[in-house]
C-alpha cells in the first residue's frame, strides 16, 4: 500500500499498517518521527574586573569589583516547532522560551 513497510520493501519511508488501517509508530522499528534536535546555544557569560588595590586605596576602599553577567544570550536550531532544551511529553510542548537576564554589579570592601 503505497510507499509502507513489508518484508520485501524494507526501505519504505512509512511503518507498515495495522489491519485497521493505522500507522503503528510505536511497535515499529522506524525512524519516521525522528527530528533532527540538535542546537547551538550561548548559555551564560560572566565578566568581572577587580581594581588594582593601588587606584582603590586612593579612596579609601579596599577592594572593588565590577562584574557583568548574562544568561540565555542566543539559541538556534535547524527544528522549529519546540525547544529540544526542554522535555517533549505533549503537556508541555509549548511553553515559554527562556528568558535572557543581564545582571551588572559592583562588590565593594571598605
Not at 12 to 21: D, H, R, S, V
Not at 44 to 51: A, D, F, P, S
Amino acid at each position: 500500500m503505497g510507499n509502507t513497510w513489508t518484508p520485501e520493501h524494507t526501505n519504505a519511508k512509512f511503518p507498515k499498517l495495522m489491519f485497521n488501517g493505522t500507522w503503528n509508530f510505536v511497535r515499529s522499528n522506524c525512524d519516521y518521527l525522528y527530528r533532527d534536535a540538535s542546537y547551538f546555544s550561548l548559555k551564560t557569560i560572566n565578566v568581572g574586573y577587580t581594581l588594582p588595590k593601588r587606584w582603590t586605596s586612593k579612596i579609601c576602599i579596599e577592594s572593588l569589583r565590577v562584574f557583568f553577567a548574562a544568561d540565555n544570550l542566543y539559541f538556534t536550531s535547524a527544528h522549529t516547532g519546540f525547544d529540544p532544551r526542554t522535555a517533549y511529553t505533549g503537556q508541555n510542548a509549548f511553553g515559554f522560551p527562556q528568558a535572557k537576564t543581564f545582571t551588572f554589579g559592583i562588590t565593594m570592601n571598605l
